[in-house]
Nanobody, 126 residues
Framework: VQLQASGGGLVQPGGSLRLSCAAS????????IAWFRQAPGKEREGVSA????????YYSDSVKGRFTISRDNAENTFVLQMNNLNPGDTAVYFC????????????????????WGQGTQVTVSS
């Protein structure tokens, strides 16, 4: 599976960005797509995930209510809509994929994902 992330950039606090992750190479039916982020000097953390089998969505507490994960019209393109951004959201964002559906206790663990895309920088600053 190849993952291509795009959509990062510079935005002012309170603004919005839309990240996309295009997956190719094999079917991810029944699997999970996730977004992680890594800020300078910090561990990579799970932001959100979408379990394809039943469209179950997961969010970290820090982004709940502001970010929305979804599948775009294209079969293997996934979107992270980020609203009301703040400087704490500044990080490199990565999309990741697993061929397996994840449960609530596992979705945010890095070791649960077999495939990773390159990162896209998101900077929130005035």
């Amino acid at each position: 599976v190849q993952l291509q992330a795009s959509g990062g950039g510079l935005v002012q606090p309170g603004g919005s960005l839309r990240l996309s992750c295009a997956a190719s190479g094999t079917s991810l039916n029944g699997g999970t797509i996730a977004w992680f982020r890594q800020a300078p000097g910090k561990e990579r953390e799970g932001v959100s995930a979408l379990r394809r089998g039943d469209s179950r969505k997961y969010y970290s507490d820090s982004v709940k209510g502001r970010f929305t994960i979804s599948r775009d019209n294209a079969e293997n393109t996934f979107v992270l809509q980020m609203n009301n951004l703040n400087p704490g959201d500044t990080a490199v964002y990565f999309c990741a994929a697993s061929r397996f559906g994840k449960i609530a206790s596992a979705w945010s663990r890095r070791d649960q994902y077999e495939f990773w895309g390159q990162g896209t920088q998101v900077t929130v600053s005035s």
